[in-house]
């Protein structure tokens, strides 16, 4: 099973209008995905689900993070680098045993003009610290606020042709 993560818990979000995307371009090539929005996390993850602990609410999607294979990480600029949302939910998930020698991609957006460049950089250690395979073409969309049509695809000639080759590199990978 493959989970696109959305890498943010903010409502109504450009991330997660970009995860959408990948999942009908997935879709449209016959593959298989789910959508994991951060926005779906406990509210009480800090005190619940980190240090060994479990909670119900957590457990659900802690059984979907086992089961999967493959992720592609759709994460946003915060502050030069990324959501710490993101950083707490790799960190609530049983290790090792939820990315060890799991398979990802790392789409990086922002509304300035480098796309996330750095947090990408940051997450790409830890995916290896995890033991994470990462796919080697990473991409990184700036201004994204311009970027989606009226129907929520990307519609930049150039974006397209990037989007579309890291994922059909990510099929086979």
């Known amino acids: ?17 970009l995860a959408e995307y990948y999942h009908r371009q997935l879709s449209e090539r016959g593959f298989d995905s789910e959508i994991l929005s951060l926005c779906e996390l406990p509210g009480d993850l800090i005190k619940s ?11 659900s999607i802690q059984e979907k993070i086992s089961a999967s294979s493959k992720f592609i990480f759709v994460i946003p600029e915060y502050n030069g680098s990324f959501p710490g949302v993101l950083k707490t939910f790799i960190d609530a998930c049983s290790f ?6 799991k398979k990802a991609a790392l789409v990086g957006l922002s509304s300035g003009k480098y796309g996330n460049i750095r947090g990408i950089d940051h997450f790409t250690g830890i995916c290896h610290y995890i033991n994470m395979h990462v796919l080697p073409l990473r991409i990184h969309i700036p201004n994204i606020r311009k970027e989606f049509d009226e129907n929520g695809n990307l519609f930049n000639e150039d974006t397209v042709k990037f989007t579309n080759q890291q994922i059909e590199r990510f099929i086979e990978f």
């Not at 989970?3 to 991330?15: D, F």
């Not at 689900?49 to 457990?59: C, M, V, W």
């Not at 090792?96 to 020698?101: C, L, N, Q, V």
């Open 49 to 59: 689900d980190l240090y060994g602990k479990r909670s119900e609410a957590f457990q």
């Open 96 to 101: 090792p045993e939820s990315f060890f020698g």
């Open 1 to 17: 099973m493959t989970t696109i993560i959305s890498g943010t818990n903010r409502e109504g979000s450009n991330t997660l209008k």
